[in-house]
Nanobody
Framework: QVQLVESGGGLVQPGGSLRLSCVAS????????IGWFRQAPGKEREGVSC????????NYAAFVKGRFTISRDNNKNIVHLQMNNLQPEDTAVYYC??????????????WGQGTQVTVAS
Protein backbone atom coordinates (compact mmCIF):
# COMPACT_ATOMS: atom_id res chain seq x y z
CA GLN A 1 0.00 0.00 0.00
CA VAL A 2 3.03 2.26 0.09
CA GLN A 3 3.27 4.67 -2.81
CA LEU A 4 6.15 7.01 -3.64
CA VAL A 5 5.83 9.81 -6.19
CA GLU A 6 8.78 11.85 -7.40
CA SER A 7 8.61 15.28 -8.96
CA GLY A 8 10.87 18.18 -9.81
CA GLY A 9 12.95 16.79 -12.64
CA GLY A 10 13.52 18.63 -15.86
CA LEU A 11 16.05 20.03 -18.29
CA VAL A 12 18.75 22.32 -16.91
CA GLN A 13 22.01 23.73 -18.19
CA PRO A 14 25.32 22.66 -16.68
CA GLY A 15 25.76 24.45 -13.38
CA GLY A 16 22.03 24.67 -12.85
CA SER A 17 19.93 23.42 -9.97
CA LEU A 18 16.87 21.29 -9.41
CA ARG A 19 14.95 20.35 -6.30
CA LEU A 20 13.40 16.91 -6.39
CA SER A 21 10.59 15.88 -4.08
CA CYS A 22 9.38 12.46 -3.04
CA VAL A 23 5.93 12.20 -1.49
CA ALA A 24 5.24 8.95 0.29
CA SER A 25 1.78 7.71 1.15
CA UNK A 26 0.16 4.56 2.39
CA UNK A 27 2.37 4.17 5.42
CA UNK A 28 0.49 2.39 8.16
CA UNK A 29 2.02 0.92 11.28
CA UNK A 30 5.45 0.78 9.70
CA UNK A 31 7.52 3.83 8.90
CA UNK A 32 10.35 3.83 6.38
CA UNK A 33 13.60 5.55 5.75
CA ILE A 34 13.78 6.91 2.21
CA GLY A 35 16.63 7.35 -0.20
CA TRP A 36 17.33 8.70 -3.66
CA PHE A 37 18.74 6.59 -6.47
CA ARG A 38 19.48 7.24 -10.09
CA GLN A 39 20.00 5.34 -13.31
CA ALA A 40 21.86 6.94 -16.18
CA PRO A 41 21.81 5.63 -19.74
CA GLY A 42 24.07 2.62 -20.05
CA LYS A 43 24.79 2.48 -16.34
CA GLU A 44 23.51 0.55 -13.37
CA ARG A 45 21.17 2.04 -10.83
CA GLU A 46 23.13 3.64 -8.03
CA GLY A 47 22.43 5.19 -4.69
CA VAL A 48 22.59 8.97 -4.44
CA SER A 49 21.61 9.84 -0.89
CA CYS A 50 19.71 8.42 2.06
CA UNK A 51 18.26 9.91 5.22
CA UNK A 52 17.34 8.55 8.62
CA UNK A 53 13.77 9.43 9.55
CA UNK A 54 14.51 9.60 13.26
CA UNK A 55 17.69 11.59 13.70
CA UNK A 56 17.94 13.13 10.25
CA UNK A 57 21.40 11.76 9.61
CA UNK A 58 22.33 11.54 5.96
CA ASN A 59 24.80 9.92 3.64
CA TYR A 60 25.83 10.66 0.08
CA ALA A 61 27.50 8.93 -2.80
CA ALA A 62 31.02 10.06 -3.55
CA PHE A 63 29.99 11.59 -6.87
CA VAL A 64 27.78 14.09 -5.07
CA LYS A 65 30.90 16.03 -4.02
CA GLY A 66 28.95 18.36 -1.77
CA ARG A 67 26.56 19.44 -4.51
CA PHE A 68 23.38 17.72 -3.29
CA THR A 69 21.44 17.94 -0.06
CA ILE A 70 18.79 15.49 1.11
CA SER A 71 16.18 16.57 3.62
CA ARG A 72 12.94 15.31 5.08
CA ASP A 73 9.93 17.33 6.13
CA ASN A 74 8.66 17.19 9.68
CA ASN A 75 5.85 14.85 8.68
CA LYS A 76 8.62 12.50 7.51
CA ASN A 77 6.66 11.52 4.43
CA ILE A 78 8.21 14.07 2.09
CA VAL A 79 11.86 13.86 1.16
CA HIS A 80 13.68 16.39 -0.98
CA LEU A 81 16.89 16.31 -2.93
CA GLN A 82 18.35 19.71 -3.65
CA MET A 83 20.81 19.37 -6.51
CA ASN A 84 23.19 22.20 -7.32
CA ASN A 85 25.95 22.59 -9.88
CA LEU A 86 24.47 19.86 -12.01
CA GLN A 87 26.68 18.39 -14.69
CA PRO A 88 25.91 16.38 -17.82
CA GLU A 89 27.00 13.19 -16.07
CA ASP A 90 24.16 13.74 -13.61
CA THR A 91 21.66 13.07 -16.37
CA ALA A 92 19.56 10.14 -15.22
CA VAL A 93 16.18 9.04 -14.04
CA TYR A 94 16.04 9.76 -10.34
CA TYR A 95 14.02 7.49 -8.08
CA CYS A 96 13.10 7.55 -4.45
CA UNK A 97 12.68 4.31 -2.59
CA UNK A 98 12.13 2.90 0.83
CA UNK A 99 15.24 1.45 2.37
CA UNK A 100 16.13 -1.91 3.81
CA UNK A 101 19.43 -0.58 5.09
CA UNK A 102 19.76 3.12 5.72
CA UNK A 103 23.38 3.20 6.83
CA UNK A 104 24.48 1.68 3.54
CA UNK A 105 21.72 3.28 1.45
CA UNK A 106 20.26 0.01 0.22
CA UNK A 107 16.82 0.10 -1.38
CA UNK A 108 13.91 -1.87 -0.03
CA UNK A 109 10.60 -2.92 -1.52
CA UNK A 110 8.97 0.27 -2.72
CA TRP A 111 9.96 2.60 -5.54
CA GLY A 112 8.57 5.68 -7.17
CA GLN A 113 8.05 6.01 -10.90
CA GLY A 114 11.12 8.17 -11.35
CA THR A 115 11.66 11.71 -12.55
CA GLN A 116 13.92 12.57 -15.47
CA VAL A 117 16.84 14.91 -14.89
CA THR A 118 18.61 16.08 -18.02
CA VAL A 119 21.64 18.36 -17.87
CA ALA A 120 22.59 19.81 -21.23
CA SER A 121 23.37 23.11 -22.89
Amino acid sequence: QVQLVESGGGLVQPGGSLRLSCVASGFTSTDYDIGWFRQAPGKEREGVSCINKNDGSTNYAAFVKGRFTISRDNNKNIVHLQMNNLQPEDTAVYYCATLRNTEHCLAGDYWGQGTQVTVAS
